[in-house]
Nanobody, 114 residues
Framework: QLQASGGGLVEPGGSLRLSCAAS????????MGWYRQAPGKQRELVAT???????NYAVSVRGRFTISKDKAKNTVYLQMNSLKPEDTAVYYC??????????WGQGTQVTVSS
């Protein structure tokens, strides 16, 4: 039910904007977030935003990435600036419901390379 887009190949120092929208009707989302998984590594939190707009970032992306949302569209965004090769990963969006149920997007590849 979640469709992520916006990934691609970018040079170090470049920018990308990821988007994730719910294809069906999802109400009362508690937290929206982005996670990533690099080859051979575990999935890790990148950023989250709550229903009242509180944000949380991984230390490695703080100051470079910005998470935002459009509540009316059930869409979450991740603006990624000053990208580094170590940001290369598959990025997954996540919607967490008040019940604890999680929706996951299909993942979008971000590759940072010269």
């Amino acid at each position: 039910q979640l469709q992520a887009s916006g990934g691609g190949l970018v040079e170090p120092g470049g920018s990308l904007r990821l988007s994730c929208a719910a294809s069906g009707s999802i109400f009362s989302i508690n937290t929206m977030g982005w996670y990533r998984q690099a080859p051979g590594k575990q999935r890790e939190l990148v950023a989250t935003i709550t229903n009242i707009g509180l944000t949380n970032y991984a230390v490695s992306v703080r100051g470079r990435f910005t998470i935002s949302k459009d509540k009316a569209k059930n869409t979450v965004y991740l603006q990624m600036n000053s990208l580094k090769p170590e940001d290369t990963a598959v990025y997954y969006c996540n919607f967490q419901m008040p019940t604890g149920h999680n929706y996951w997007g299909q993942g979008t590849q971000v590759t940072v390379s010269s």
